[in-house]
């Protein structure tokens, strides 16, 4: 009795329903075969990656600019501070002790730019990180802290209407390294056109030690 249901069952599946049973189970199985060997992966992406340290992600940043200014800056020493930094050739450097000034980096852009960098000692106790760290809560203020050559050091970077130019910002750069008896402080102010300049900032504020 069976095996005459089987031969009549035979009779009637047409070659068609064979090729679309087949491509059937085919597609179940690759559907299974994709789903069990891309898991791994999909899993895997949900993993978030550790974040770099901030002072890692400063030294490949500060590797790019030494790369790019290094071979055109020279050295300058403070005899009576003890600290030293870089400046760039092509720049003017002077020395103003009665404004307190223990180096002024200068360059001017006629007909109107002009570009100043002061670097600054002032007294241990007239800063602190504290109040450097609350400037942050400032309207457009950012605050980061690194380590600098064994020493903190906190930059800060503002923006403010520029007094001379209407409609445009200036960009103002700001570090403060704590050294062991005074701050070393650095501010650069830059006009929109100079702003790629505030990287040149940042090697110079890298190169600050005491």
Request: proline share 7%; aromatic share 14%.
């Amino acid at each position: 009795m069976f095996s005459g249901l089987a031969t009549r069952f035979k009779k009637k599946t047409s070659p068609f329903w064979n090729v679309a049973l087949a491509v059937f189970v085919l597609a179940v199985f690759s559907y299974f075969a994709y789903s069990f060997y891309t898991a791994p992966e999909k899993l895997v992406s949900k993993i978030p990656l550790p974040a770099k340290d901030p002072d890692v992600q400063r030294s490949e940043f500060l590797a790019g600019l030494e790369a790019k200014y290094g071979s055109n800056t020279l050295a300058y020493y403070d005899q009576q501070y003890g600290f030293k930094m870089k400046y760039p050739i092509g720049y003017v450097a002077t020395v103003d002790p009665i404004l307190g000034i223990r180096l002024r980096i200068s360059a001017f852009y006629p007909p109107f730019s002009s570009e100043i960098m002061d670097v600054r000692v002032v007294n241990a106790n007239e800063l602190s990180a504290q109040g450097i760290r609350a400037s942050a809560s400032l309207e457009n203020v950012s605050v980061a802290e690194y380590t600098q050559k064994g020493h903190s050091i906190y930059l800060v970077s503002l923006r403010q209407p520029d007094p001379v130019e209407e409609n445009q910002q200036v960009f103002i750069r700001q570090a403060y390294l704590q050294c062991p008896n005074y701050w070393l402080v650095f501010v650069g102010a830059f006009s929109e056109p100079l702003v790629p300049d505030l990287e040149l900032a940042d090697y110079l504020i890298a190169s600050m030690e005491c």
